[in-house]
T-cell receptor, first 113, second 118 residues
Framework: GENVEQHPSTLSVQEGDSAVIKCTYSDSASNYFPWYKQELGKGPQLIIDIRSNVGEKKDQRIAVTLNKTAKHFSLHITETQPEDSAVYFC????????????FGGGTRVLVKP | NAGVMQNPRHLVRRRGQEARLRCSPMKGHSHVYWYRQLPEEGLKFMVYLQKENIIDESGMPKERFSAEFPKEGPSILRIQQVVRGDSAAYFCASSPGLAGVKGADTQYFGPGTRLTVL
């Protein structure tokens, strides 16, 4: 089945700097890649997603890039703020997995004021 | 527009008891998914349901676990004879599921039910 690897597992950045999280997937037929932010004690919140027919998508300070050939996608957060501190998960779906999401292991981001 | 609702938010059970977790999808959503998150880990898929049908239960343990999504009412995840290893956060997600519609597969998560087995 699909396998999603996520790096790094923890990321500490200074407020105002950029944060980058990278994920790789194994099923070349996967076609939808969402990113979720999870704060302590809460459910995952969708922050941005990208489909396989698009190479890049941006929403204010957040951007996602997708390289289908290399089977990897990345989340970029610019001008980080303390409220960006959370655990971020990448996921993939489609292909042999059907509609179910396969998640990466998560990245704990800490933005230091 | 209310999001995905789950209850209870916290559930404590003793070993051998039954746990029932409920999920009401977002308004207009007909597809429900259940995921389990062990402490300090990512989310793992359990089961995917549409109204009155189980579509994919490949992530569900073969014994003690069952799920349903009846024509009326919330989706239920049932765990019989709970063991300590069942302690986890259980999340429900829903999607519109409208064939051919952009975003029909986008999943929105509820706040989760945190199950503790004593």
């Amino acid at each position: 089945g699909e396998n999603v690897e996520q790096h790094p597992s923890t990321l500490s950045v200074q407020e105002g700097d950029s944060a980058v999280i990278k994920c790789t997937y194994s099923d070349s037929a996967s076609n939808y890649f969402p990113w979720y932010k999870q704060e302590l004690g809460k459910g995952p919140q969708l922050i941005i997603d990208i489909r396989s027919n698009v190479g890049e998508k941006k929403d204010q300070r957040i951007a996602v890039t997708l390289n289908k050939t290399a089977k990897h996608f990345s989340l970029h957060i610019t001008e980080t703020q303390p409220e960006d501190s959370a655990v971020y998960f990448c996921a993939s779906t489609g292909g042999a997995a059907g509609n179910k999401l396969t998640f990466g292991g998560g990245t704990r981001v800490l933005v230091k004021p | 527009n209310a999001g995905v609702m789950q209850n209870p938010r916290h559930l404590v059970r003793r070993r051998g008891q039954e746990a029932r977790l409920r999920c009401s999808p977002m308004k207009g959503h007909s597809h429900v998914y259940w995921y389990r998150q062990l402490p300090e880990e990512g989310l793992k898929f359990m089961v995917y349901l549409q109204k009155e049908n189980i579509i994919d239960e490949s992530g569900m343990p073969k014994e003690r676990f069952s799920a349903e999504f009846p024509k009326e009412g919330p989706s239920i995840l049932r765990i019989q004879q709970v063991v300590r290893g069942d302690s986890a956060a259980y999340f429900c997600a829903s999607s519109p599921g409208l064939a051919g519609v952009k975003g029909a597969d986008t999943q929105y998560f509820g706040p989760g039910t945190r199950l503790t087995v004593l």
